[in-house]
Structure formats: structure tokens, C-alpha cells
């Protein structure tokens, strides 16, 4: 049972465009998100996150909205560069005593065309 | 190192055999994860520890696996009789507490 869902494999985008990955959870209970983008052969690396108290966080050219009501999430990237080719992978935390643990999705491969 | 350090990077082991895989975190860092990544899935918690003490070892698949830390900075992570459907990435991620998780590069485990 998938309580974080990516639902698209794969995305393909022109560079200088944007790129929008997207994410749906079920459990109520996660009060904390975070994606991580992940190279071949490498682990995953931090991205950027938001808060359950927030509906949007900005960093750089990243931005992550949060849409509670929904159980939705998405992650933009403006402009999109050929180096951000990757895959990116969503994760939520529960809150309270388990909000070390972190669900991922099965992450969505992005890939940033020249 | 800067970064969290798992070796080795690749291991194959024949069905039935033992295999014990190694991961040294970021130096200072209290909370340390074992994650399990098989193909084309998103990795899945394995267990926690804080300092020396595992405080959670729900999402270990079996008895054939267990984790030590025992000095609340290497961890080692090992398998018992590997079968082929432990074939997978194990990642290892170290954190302070209450902030995001910093992950090694993985060991990419092929049971044969």
C-alpha cells in the first residue's frame, strides 16, 4: 500500500522550460515533505522541503507547493537545465514520535533535453 | 570524509551466504537510517538508530537481517543467508536531529 504516490514514471522536458513533478499522498498523518534527486550510481541528495504549516517554499529555481486539502504536492523547476537530469523522489514524514522515518515514492525520471 | 561513506559500493553473494555491509556517517551525527532500494522502487526504511541505541527496527524484512551500531557511529548491517530477494541498493543516511537526512551512495547487493 503506496502512501506516497509519484504517478508519472518519467517526464521529458525542453531545456529553459519548466519542469513540474508531482506527488499525492494518503496518510493525513505526514506533516513534513521533502524531495530528493538521485544521479546513477549515487544516493539520494536533498533537494528541498516544506513544511505541513506552509503551502509554498522557494529555493532558487526550485519550488515545492503544498495543496493539504488535496494530499498533493508538486516540485517546479524554472528554468530547467540538462544537468537537472536525475531522478527526483518524494518523501513524507509522519508527525510526532516516528518523524524520523521517511516514505518515498518510487520517484519520477526527469529528463532535461538541450 | 564530508559525506556519509557505505562500503562496499558493490557486493555479489551466492545464495545461502553471509554478507555484512558498512557504513560510516557524517561525524557528529546522531540519527543514522538503513534504507532498502530494490529496482525501480523508491528506498523503503529499514531501521534507526540514535547514538548506539536502534530505536526501530520495523521495517527490517526478516530475521536473517540485523544492524549494529555499537558505538553510535559505524554501522554495520548484515544479512543471513542471502536469498535473491535481497537483492537491492541498501542506502545508509545520517542526520542531527530533527533535520534532513544526508545519504551515502549505496550498496548495490546482487544474490546469485
Known amino acids: 500500500d503506496q502512501q506516497v504516490k509519484q504517478n508519472s514514471p518519467s517526464l521529458s522536458v525542453q531545456e529553459g522550460r519548466i519542469s513540474i513533478l508531482n506527488c499525492d499522498y494518503t496518510?493525513?498523518?505526514?506533516?513534513?515533505f521533502l524531495w530528493y534527486k538521485k544521479y546513477p550510481a549515487e544516493g539520494p541528495t536533498f533537494l528541498i522541503s516544506?513544511?505541513?504549516?506552509?503551502d509554498k517554499n522557494e529555493d532558487g529555481r526550485f519550488t515545492v507547493f503544498l495543496n493539504k486539502s488535496a494530499k498533493h504536492l508538486s516540485l517546479h523547476i524554472v528554468p530547467s537545465q540538462p544537468g537537472d537530469s536525475a531522478v527526483y523522489f518524494c518523501?513524507?514524514?509522519?508527525?510526532?514520535?516516528?518523524?524520523?522515518?521517511?516514505?518515498f515514492g518510487k520517484g519520477t525520471l526527469l529528463t532535461v533535453n538541450p | 570524509g564530508a559525506g556519509v561513506s557505505q562500503s562496499p559500493r558493490y557486493k555479489v553473494a551466492k545464495r545461502g551466504q553471509d554478507v555484512a555491509l558498512r557504513c560510516d556517517p557524517i561525524?557528529?551525527?546522531?540519527?543514522l537510517f538503513w534504507y532498502q532500494q530494490a529496482l525501480g522502487q523508491g528506498p523503503e526504511f529499514l531501521t534507526y538508530?540514535?547514538?548506539?541505541?536502534?530505536?526501530?527496527k520495523s521495517g527490517l524484512p526478516s530475521d536473517r537481517f540485523f544492524a549494529e551500531r555499537p558505538e553510535g557511529s559505524v554501522s554495520t548491517l548484515k544479512i543471513q543467508r542471502t536469498q535473491q530477494e535481497d537483492s537491492a541498493v541498501y542506502l545508509c543516511?545520517?542526520?542531527?536531529?530533527?533535520?534532513?537526512?544526508?545519504f551515502g551512495q549505496g550498496t548495490r547487493l546482487t544474490v546469485v
Open positions: 543516511a545520517s542526520s542531527l536531529t530533527d533535520t534532513e537526512a544526508f
Open positions: 496518510n493525513s498523518m505526514f506533516d513534513y
Open positions: 516544506i513544511s505541513s504549516i506552509k
Open positions: 518523501a513524507a514524514k509522519l508527525s510526532g514520535g516516528s518523524n524520523y522515518k521517511l516514505t
Open positions: 561525524s557528529g551525527h546522531v540519527s
Open positions: 538508530f540514535q547514538n548506539e541505541a536502534q530505536l526501530d
